[in-house]
């Protein structure tokens, strides 16, 4: 039932139930497709009657996902907590505590879920269940660290759990330890073979470290697994485009399109599955289109949380189409609801600088300083350090920004990106000595780039200008610029071309800009020294 075939799967369920009329769970999977179709009322009298059959099994009150009860009315979520209280009352037992949790988590009552979590460790501290439901808790805030340390726990009580260590190599990955969450996920398909999200984040995780070839095995291993998911199609398509195999990479995006298209004709009221066409569409470079889709499904979630990606996506696609304040206004969209991430601060200060607004960039770097917590997940440092060197002058000190980008480069000595940030923002802070050096070792990562690398060499190669020519390395400077300049103009053609992978629009304007900067400040220095 992945992609939405729920009518179908009602019918079938259905016809079980004349047959078997006391299987509670498939009266709980027919109250997930009745929530799906819109019908809540009878989707409320299948949990009531699973929880009548089986009232130790309380996963049928979350067991609608979160995505969809996002759109469901406010008696649908009421009527779910009153079944949740009576099992409570009824039961009073750790697992009735631990299911109820998890409604809460549901419901994003992170609270409540704590204060029944607790409820349940007090009473059983022994149940792996409790401990990888906490987890969930936390994974869904982006809380890794917490999570893990609640994961470790579950494996200590179940060693074989999948779910726990599926999880515990996830919070893993966010967090940065790479090697043990390859290892969390191994172990995981050691015993699950068939496990296509096993194979999936694993291959995320060779992907980071960039071993390409394994990723895009382990990728292809999991769409043969289970064809229909599309996650499973964005990751391999977007791995083709960046081993430089657009035909591969079309041809998974149009299987999406078709996947989704198919979804929404059975029904059409699934937020998620019109996100991922948009997402497919987007990759097309179809743009029109992937706008529709992402309006429609913020349409079809009237109560929007950070976790939803619809704004994110269509702000992008608004990007690539030059309408600049619609994708100015997503992105603040995005920061009003409290994603915990530097990025949509990255992407509003882009904005700024590209419409000349300095100030706003400004305010922009000292909001997202002020929203980050003391010790942020690398990814979100790295990000939070760029953020800050995009243009000169964005902060009265950068001793923030320079310690986020040393806590990133500290947990991956080996990223261009990470080591490129470094770089950049000694010399906003005018560090420049330091700042040479950190781009020195980003430019021995950087053999043989291309125009899907990550983080583009040319921005290593802009500020080792600027760099040397602050320390009178005239010459040096010139080279640098030129060898940055020929980079750009190449990978600019060849995106107006569209030949190779597409240039997205804020590699394009990053490159600009920094190029714009080197250039003035070679130009005014190269007319004074003639004046």
């Known amino acids: 039932m992945l992609m939405g075939h729920y009518q179908d799967a009602v019918t079938s369920f259905t016809t079980v139930l004349e047959l078997y009329p006391n299987s509670f769970w498939i009266y709980k999977r027919r109250a997930e497709c009745f929530a799906h179709l819109g019908d809540y009322e009878r989707a409320l009298a299948d949990l009531k009657t699973s929880l009548e059959l089986n009232p130790d099994d309380m996963s049928a009150l979350w067991w609608i996902p979160p995505s969809l009860l996002a759109q469901c009315p406010d008696s649908f979520r009421n009527g779910l907590l009153s079944l949740a209280e009576t099992a409570v009352e009824r039961l009073n037992k750790p697992h009735a505590y631990t299911n109820r949790g998890m409604l809460y988590v549901a419901l994003n009552e992170y609270e409540k879920a704590e204060a029944d979590f607790r409820k349940a460790a007090e009473l059983d501290p022994a149940s792996a269940d409790l401990w990888g439901s906490w987890a969930a808790s936390y994974m869904k805030r982006g809380m890794y660290q917490e999570a893990h340390e609640k994961l470790s726990k579950a494996i200590e009580l179940s060693p074989h759990s999948l779910n726990a260590r599926m999880g515990r190599g996830i919070a893993n990955f966010h967090l940065g330890k790479t090697q043990e969450a390859l290892d969390d996920f191994t172990k995981g398909i050691e015993r699950h073979e068939r496990f296509a999200d096993g194979w999936f984040c694993r291959g995320q995780v060779y992907e980071k470290l960039g071993d390409l070839d394994r990723a895009m095995a382990d990728f292809s291993q999991a769409v043969q697994l289970d064809a229909d998911n599309p996650r499973y199609l964005v990751e391999r398509a977007q791995l083709h485009q960046t081993t430089g195999q657009p035909e591969k990479a079309r041809a998974d995006f149009e299987k999406l399109v078709e996947l989704c298209a198919a979804a929404i004709a059975k029904n059409p009221n699934v937020a998620w599955v019109w996100n991922m066409r948009g997402v497919a569409y987007h990759e097309l470079q179809q743009y029109e289109k992937a706008l529709a889709d992402f309006t429609k499904a913020i349409e079809l979630q009237p109560t929007p949380t950070p976790t939803h990606h619809e704004y994110f996506n269509r702000a992008h696609t608004y990007a690539e189409l030059g309408q600049w304040e619609p994708a100015a206004s997503d992105f603040a969209k995005i920061i009003e609801l409290g994603r915990p991430d530097a990025q949509p601060f990255y992407y509003q200060g882009l904005l700024r600088l590209r419409a000349g607004d300095k100030d706003g960039y400004g305010r922009a770097c000292a909001q997202m300083l002020e929203r980050l917590g003391l010790n942020p997940l690398p990814d979100t440092a790295y990000w939070a350090a760029w953020t800050c060197l995009l243009g000169p002058d964005a902060l009265p000190d950068f001793t923030r920004p320079v310690e986020l980008a040393q806590q990133a480069v ?64 005239k010459e040096e400077a010139r080279n640098w610029h030129q060898k940055a300049a020929e980079w750009t103009d190449r990978v600019l053609r060849e995106a107006e071309q569209a030949k190779g992978a597409a240039l997205a629009w804020n590699r394009r304007l990053t490159l600009n800009l920094l190029r714009a900067e080197a250039e003035e400040l070679l130009g005014v220095d190269e007319k004074n020294e003639k004046n």
């Not at 990223?415 to 050096?437: C, K, M, P, Q, T």
């Open 410 to 473: 500290e947990s991956d000595p080996k990223s261009l990106s990470y080591l490129n940030a470094l770089g950049g923002i000694l010399y906003r802070a005018g560090r420049v000595d330091e700042a040479i050096d950190s781009l020195l070792k980003a430019d021995r990562l950087a053999q043989e780039p291309d125009a899907s690398t990550k983080s583009s060499p040319a921005y290593t190669w802009y500020f080792l200008a600027m760099a040397h020519w602050k320390q009178g390395h």
